[in-house]
């Protein structure tokens, strides 16, 4: 049966002109999925949840391809960063440039794509949020949103400036994330949301990638939120619940640490190296900086750490000493032999060192700046079992050892409680 219909096709194929079959090949609405067409229901936002290799990247090209042959214009195209709203949205292999045929296909010019009709689409970085003051736009496709450093700064700056045409609308694609920016999307009565998993898109996906990658984490926490495209909240079991995550609000910061956890090698596939500066101001610590990197190699991550602390004009650098010793002071010393360095040696597990911190995050004694979103993820994911997703908890490891010298060592008076 299956051998007859092949036949078939390709006769059916073999009949048709040249041009026949690129209309064919380019028709969006004989090849996609319902979920992959905008909603038909009245809406100001297309907000679309997607699994990886789910298709929402194909989906919010074609729709930018409709607004450009409907005259609709100007467009923004924004991603977390310009090389990513580049290289994705616009070269990408389900890129703007890939879904059009050659006699529609925009021309890349700079930071703009210019139809042959004329329209035209900026395209923006998120991570640059006063870049939106000035242009003004008829739409635009935002890209993993969840993921953007400054997600409410730069949607909000975004939106003073769709204010062309009739009717100005934005898709936002992006797997899910719990950011503050996600749930009120998803709370705006304007918005209208699809959710896509990864299976529903398995006839573009290369078999192995099935087999592999899906089969090992669905029905995982990871696997929902990566790939049926669901929103996690939290994990039941986690010591950090996202409520209890507080935005810093200023004040003096009076003593600033830079916490680092070292790998045991410096190799492509050794853990990262946990790097995080944190501040104590007035009764609690604010979270100032992620600046976790993989891979780490000893004299890469010192010359990060040592860039941190004159960055933020530190105090000094705590240096976790159990895997590597003396080494780990010197490497540091090597870069800067100026730097303050307090080696600290873990005694207890993971979950143990991290308990107290927990307990001064319920108190509400600690707060974060906006874009810490990875720190924050491993936080909420970090188990009993002293893993996050059955990763080391790099980041979380540096974050304790921050918290614990501006707060626990010195015994501040509130957690003398505890």
């Not at 242009?135 to 939106?159: I, S, Y």
């Not at 029905?219 to 619940?241: F, H, K, N, T, Y």
Request: net charge negative; charged share 25%; aromatic share 6%.
């Amino acid at each position: 049966m299956t051998s007859s219909r092949t036949a078939e096709t390709r006769a059916e194929v073999a009949a048709k002109s040249n041009d026949e079959v690129e209309a064919e090949y380019y028709d969006w609405n004989r090849w996609a999925f319902p979920k992959q067409l905008p909603p038909v229901s009245d809406w100001t936002t297309w907000l679309l949840l997607g699994g990886r290799g789910s298709g929402k990247t194909r989906a919010g090209a074609e729709w930018v391809r409709t607004l450009a042959a409907r005259r609709i214009g100007p467009i923004a195209l924004v991603g977390e960063t310009m090389t990513e709203a580049i290289s994705i949205m616009v070269r990408g292999e389900s890129g703007i440039l890939s879904v059009h045929p050659d006699v529609d296909r925009p021309v890349l010019k700079g930071n703009r794509l210019i139809w042959p009709n004329g329209v035209e689409a900026a395209i923006m970085s998120a991570s640059d949020p006063e870049r939106f003051r000035g242009p003004q736009f008829a739409a635009a496709w935002c890209d993993e949103v969840a993921k953007w450093p400054h997600g409410e700064e730069a949607w909000d700056m975004l939106q003073f400036g769709l204010r062309l045409g009739d009717r100005p609308q934005q898709l936002a694609t992006t797997t899910p994330r719990p950011s503050r920016l996600i749930k009120r999307l998803l709370s705006d009565p304007q918005t209208a949301v699809t959710h896509i998993r990864t299976d529903e898109n398995r006839a573009q996906l290369a078999p192995g990638f099935l087999e592999a990658v899906v089969a090992r984490y669905r029905g995982s926490v990871l696997g929902r939120q990566e790939l049926d495209g669901e929103l996690i909240e939290d994990m039941p079991d986690a010591l950090w619940q996202r409520s209890m995550f507080r935005r810093f609000e200023g004040g003096e910061i009076d003593r600033i640490i830079v916490a680092v956890d070292p790998p045991v090698t410096g190799t492509a596939k050794s853990d990262a190296c946990g790097i995080v500066v944190a501040g104590r101001v007035g009764d609690g610590v604010v979270v100032l900086e992620d600046r976790t990197i993989k891979p780490a190699a000893p004299l890469t991550w010192a010359y990060r750490a040592v860039a941190a602390y004159q960055a933020h004009g530190a105090d000094a650098i705590v240096v976790e000493v159990n895997q590597g010793g003396d080494l780990v002071q010197q490497v540091i010393t090597q870069v800067d032999a100026t730097v303050p360095v307090r080696a600290v040696r873990a005694n207890r597990g993971k979950w143990l060192r991290a308990e107290p911190v927990a307990a001064l995050y319920g108190r509400g004694l600690v707060s974060h700046v906006e874009g810490l979103t990875a720190l924050e993820d491993e936080m909420c994911a970090f188990g009993s079992d002293g893993k996050s997703e059955g990763h080391s908890p790099d980041r979380v490891d540096a974050l304790v050892w921050a918290v614990t010298e501006l707060m626990l060592n010195e015994m501040h008076p509130r957690v003398r409680g505890l």
